[in-house]
């Protein structure tokens, strides 16, 4: 690619670098080695992180060397918040999330190859490290006055907490790492959310002042919706890239469920679709928004690059069947177990009226509405209609031994379980 830069920009990937023609010139030079940290201050990264992700794997793809840090050293502090001071994590903790950073990061770089990426942790040149050495040979280089200027800084220090020393010296370490990385792999550019760009740029300084040369930043803009808001948070929190935290199902639907307006930025930013690609899915959402045709490419591109094409595969397919557009038994127990977590739900038996079922979980408001709902075709077990208002629910209708799917009309579902996860029925809507 002869202008990744722009290319980046028109993704909507660019905030601020430091001299953009040197660095756009850089680039299209020759390839660039490129490193963004990563630390373990939670047992997943988020959405947040996955666009420095996908800001990596453009930049693999274009010829340029990526180093992707996991900051086994930086996540034992914790970069500094306008909230207040962090609780410092045990070292096992830390480690353990390291190892599992590592793991989620693998999955979006080539990790073998002629350009392979090459994962590094900054513990690596800090932890034998002492303090003498840590203040003459980079502390020298820093003046208090600008640590102090930093937005983060100034605010905490207005507060009434304060910041304790260890957060005030992350932004040395972090410009360590800049440091180390020039000197042991020739890395020239250092990427970030905008967040980070007082950090980086302690580590452009930090080089230039210590080995006498230019080395680049760049940062990524914060994603948020077309009315300003910030994106990416739900009713449980964050939108985590582990499955273990967020399911595949969840994690899909949360992509399906993005507004016409954020949707074709969105595709820009989170997927590898062409220009001409992204120009027809624009189209379609002017012209059929109903269809909502870039919502599920945005969805699917999405889950397949963080969980992986079968996984995207399995959750496209449940979402469809739960409304009657596929089977609902070759579902994997465990995509429709997350695909029905939040539904009304019901404790029920093989045996037990439908009726009651549907009563029990708030399809209907009683029985005579059940009964009238039958007679008028618009009740479902499992996607087929039920048609005996005295109709009971059979072993069989228990999908992996534990699941029947209620279903109202085209769209209001339920479920009926033989082991609710509190052990209580619900009442609520669907």
Not at 148 to 163: M, P, Q, W
Not at 202 to 210: I, N
Not at 421 to 429: I, K, L, R, Y
Request: glycine fraction near 10%; include cysteine.
């Amino acid at each position: 690619m002869t202008d990744i830069l722009e290319e980046l920009a028109w993704r909507g990937l660019v905030a601020q670098t430091t001299d953009r023609e040197a660095l756009a010139q850089a680039l299209g030079s020759g390839p660039v080695t490129v490193y963004c940290g990563f630390d373990p201050t939670a047992p997943s990264l988020h959405h947040g992180h996955l666009v420095q992700l996908v800001l990596l794997r453009h930049l693999q793809l274009a010829g340029h060397r990526v180093l992707p840090l996991v900051g086994g050293a930086t996540g034992m502090i914790g970069d500094p918040r306008m909230s207040g001071e962090r609780v410092l994590n045990t070292k096992e903790t830390v480690a353990q999330w390291v190892d599992r950073l590592r793991a989620q990061i693998g999955r979006f770089l080539d990790l073998e190859g002629d350009n392979a990426a090459v994962m590094v942790n900054n513990l690596d040149w800090t932890a034998d490290l002492n303090a003498i050495d840590f203040l003459r040979d980079v502390g020298k280089h820093y003046r208090l006055g600008t640590m102090l200027a930093k937005e983060t800084v100034a605010r905490r220090l207005a507060s009434d907490e304060g910041i304790s020393f260890t957060e005030f010296s992350y932004q040395i370490l972090q410009g360590m790492d800049y440091l180390e990385l020039y000197r042991r792999h020739g890395c020239t550019l250092q990427t970030g959310g905008n967040d980070q760009w007082g950090n980086l740029l302690s580590g452009v300084e930090l080089v230039r002042k210590a080995e006498q040369a230019t080395v680049h930043a760049l940062t990524t803009p914060l994603v948020t919706k077309s009315d300003g808001t910030k994106f990416g948070k739900t009713e449980g929190g964050a939108v985590w890239l582990a499955p273990d935290m967020m399911s595949p199902y969840a994690f899909y639907q949360f992509w399906v469920n993005t507004e016409d307006a954020d949707v074709v930025g969105y595709l820009r930013t989170f997927t590898f679709r062409s220009r001409e690609e992204i120009a027809e899915l624009a189209d379609a959402v002017a012209e059929r928004p109903a269809a909502r045709q870039a919502q599920r490419v945005l969805a699917r591109d999405v889950t397949a690059l963080v969980h992986g094409e079968d996984e995207a595969d399995a959750v496209v397919a449940a979402s469809q069947a739960l409304f009657g557009r596929g089977e609902l038994v070759d579902i994997p127990a465990a995509t429709f177990g997350a695909a029905v977590s939040a539904l009304p739900t019901v404790a029920a038996a093989p045996g037990d009226p439908v009726v009651d079922a549907a009563v029990g979980c708030g399809l209907v408001a009683g029985r005579g509405a059940a009964r009238r709902a039958v007679a008028e075709g618009g009740l479902y077990v499992n996607n087929d209609r039920v048609t005996d208002p005295d109709a009971t629910l059979a072993a069989g209708d228990f999908l992996h031994g534990r699941w029947a799917l209620l279903r109202r009309g085209k769209r209001t579902l339920a479920v009926a379980d033989t082991a609710p996860a509190d052990g209580t029925e619900s009442s609520s809507a669907g």
